[in-house]
């Protein structure tokens, strides 16, 4: 939403303001290293991107225009550009899913898998309607002793905690909120140009939360 603002922005002082704030955040985001946040940056700088050329900038569609009319004329920087691209992908889920070279991380999946076992051992016991609000945690103390292990209080993905929870039905509903908001985000979309902006700057921060609460 910073981002938006700073690109709306016609007055000096907030423009500074949003330019230190969005720099101070990359050493954070650098140092932090949370495989899950750089998956929800990814995911919100994605969706920001896309709505930002589709629905806010005349002069940023009419440059993704000219850069794909000048793409389908030259396939050697296509292949670069995609080649490129591939292998930044590439890099984040081999750091996220399979790299083991880490001091502090595990395999992403790896590291979840401790709590979606437990989570999933009671959707199977109780499919429709789950264990219970706020009974993650007993269902975790049958797959773990605590002690020694330290409490943990959600199974570390919100979709997977809900349905343990709440069941089939919990997650169904959970679906439906997540689309509910979507379109109603989406059908907000007003005519003014710093509006569209402001709103195109949720619907980026709620794709990185969504992103974010898959693993976390």
Not at 40 to 46: M, N, R
Not at 110 to 123: K, L, Q, S
Not at 176 to 201: N, Q, S
Request: with cysteine; charged share 10%; hydrophobic share 55%.
């Amino acid at each position: 939403m910073a981002a938006a603002r700073l690109l709306v922005s016609k007055q000096r002082l907030p423009q500074i303001f949003l330019s230190v704030l969005l720099l101070a955040a990359l050493p954070v985001a650098v140092f932090a290293y949370s495989r899950v946040g750089l998956l929800g940056s990814l995911a919100a700088v994605t969706v920001f991107g896309g709505l930002w050329v589709a629905v806010v900038s005349p002069k940023a569609r009419a440059r993704t225009q000219w850069l794909f009319a000048a793409a389908r004329k030259s396939p050697y920087t296509t292949a670069a550009f995609i080649g490129l691209l591939l292998l930044v992908l590439t890099n984040v889920a081999v750091s996220a899913f399979w790299f083991e070279g880490n001091a502090t991380h595990s395999r992403l999946l790896d590291a979840r898998r401790g709590f979606w076992t437990p989570a999933w051992i009671g959707i199977q016991a109780v499919p429709l309607l789950g264990s219970g609000p706020g009974l993650y945690p007993a269902l975790y103390m049958r797959y773990q002793s605590m002690p020694p292990v330290r409490p943990y209080l959600h199974a570390h993905s919100l979709p997977v905690n809900v349905t343990a929870e709440s069941g089939f039905l919990g997650g169904a509903t959970l679906l439906f909120l997540a689309a509910e908001i979507g379109v109603t985000v989406w059908k907000a979309l007003p005519a003014a140009r710093d509006e569209r902006a402001r709103y195109v700057g949720i619907c980026a921060a709620l794709a990185g939360l969504a992103a974010h609460l898959l693993f976390d």
